[in-house]
């Protein structure tokens, strides 16, 4: 069993930055493909980016890169997410995934274990 938990959301103006935490446990972090999913209010969950389990392989969607970047310490058993040019769009709640594998993947159904989710919140 793998625990995840989220933290580092909040409230930012548009143009801002935030950095998201996500800490896991339960098992070896390494071997496993961490994804960051977001979902707005009325809207489906949306692939943000995966980091495969070494760190080697990044992915992000087309609407955050440029602007976020993954990356994991696995030292620490940490996911991060840096959100820059932050945008009112962007608002909606976060949610980090471990998947069993080291390789990522950005069909939420892939990953096996989920955090609870924080808060993004980005005013005009």
């Known amino acids: 069993q793998v625990q995840l938990v989220e933290s580092g959301g909040g409230l930012v103006q548009a143009g801002g930055s935030l950095r998201l935490s996500c800490a896991a446990s339960?098992?070896?972090?390494?071997?496993?493909?961490m994804g960051w999913f977001r979902q707005a209010p009325g809207k489906e969950r949306e692939f943000v980016g995966y980091i495969s389990g070494r760190g080697i392989y990044i992915y992000s969607a087309d609407s955050v890169k440029g602007r976020f970047t993954i990356s994991r310490d696995n030292a620490k058993n940490t996911m991060y997410l840096q959100m820059n040019s932050l945008k009112p769009e962007d608002t909606a709640v976060y949610y980090c995934?471990?998947?069993?594998?080291?390789?990522?993947?950005?069909?939420?159904?892939?990953?096996?274990?989920w955090g609870q989710g924080t808060q993004v919140t980005v005013s005009s």
């Open positions: 339960g098992r070896t972090f390494s071997s496993s493909a």
């Open positions: 995934a471990a998947k069993n594998g080291p390789y990522g993947d950005r069909r939420d159904h892939e990953y096996d274990y």
